[in-house]
């Protein structure tokens, strides 16, 4: 944690080299909070439980419906995984790489995901789908908006693990101007109100080692999806 010594240069360096908090609680935008190292603390287990996920259920770069192969490479837990193929986008019950369901929600991912939005202002809310996202150096996640679940009055609870990524969030609208947001391993960042229908999206990831994961990045999205 070399960075929380580091002394700005001046008033207005990047964000990113000002001395910071590696726990604190920052407002991206209405209803959308960042909770620093928030998972900092159900770090073994969620990896642990991350292993068993992907044994019966493995990381696959899904097709869309237009035809490209995604650059990030996806599986799901709970009753519902969000899949893409050529006839869209939607969640299901099934693997379809396997037939069967999906891997149920370790009870770790349950209480960060519960933990993390009560801290937000959410304390009802229970997840039934957890999407994966692996990204490997250069894979990227262009501006979209998430609306395949049922009730988007619901949040969306995210967690970073293992390389730092550039997150992009913009507005209602495809054009509008973007805040970026360095996520770090450990932050989790929670979305709901009127941030919920938000445009966003993730740069190429950068080359680098992270100690626990290596040369990847990991999301975890937690939604109310049925
Ligand atoms: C803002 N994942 O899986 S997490 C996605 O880092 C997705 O893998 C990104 O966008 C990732 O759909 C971003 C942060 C995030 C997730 C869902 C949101 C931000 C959101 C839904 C609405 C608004
Ligand atoms: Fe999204």
Not at 21 to 32: G, K, L, Y
Request: with cysteine.
């Amino acid at each position: 944690m070399k960075d929380l010594f580091d002394t700005p240069d001046s008033l207005d360096a990047p964000r990113d080299v000002v001395a910071r908090d590696a726990f604190s609680r920052e407002v991206m935008a209405e209803n959308a909070v960042l909770l620093r190292g928030k998972a900092l603390a159900f770090e073994t287990d969620v990896l642990a439980a991350l292993n068993a996920i992907i044994a019966r259920a493995p990381f696959r770069r899904m097709i869309t419906p237009g035809g490209f192969i995604m650059s990030v490479a996806m599986t799901n837990c709970g009753a519902a995984g969000w899949i893409t193929d050529r006839t869209g986008y939607r969640y299901g019950r099934l693997d379809p790489d396997s037939g069967l369901p999906w891997p149920a929600l370790p009870d770790c991912f349950v209480d960060l995901a519960g933990a993390a939005a009560r801290e937000a202002g959410y304390p009802d809310f229970v997840p039934d789908a957890c999407l994966i996202n692996r990204y490997e150096p250069g894979a990227r996640l262009s501006l979209h908006q998430d609306k395949n679940e049922r009730d988007l009055s619901e949040p969306i609870v995210s967690v970073s693990l293992g390389l730092p990524a550039t997150f992009q969030f913009g507005g209602l609208t495809r054009t509008a101007p973007v805040g970026r947001y360095v996520l770090r391993h450990g932050d989790v960042a929670v979305w709901g109100g009127r941030s919920r229908l938000c445009y966003h999206g993730v740069t190429a990831l950068k080359d680098g080692e992270h100690e626990k994961l290596g040369r990847m990045r990991l999301n975890l999205t937690f939604r109310r999806a049925l």
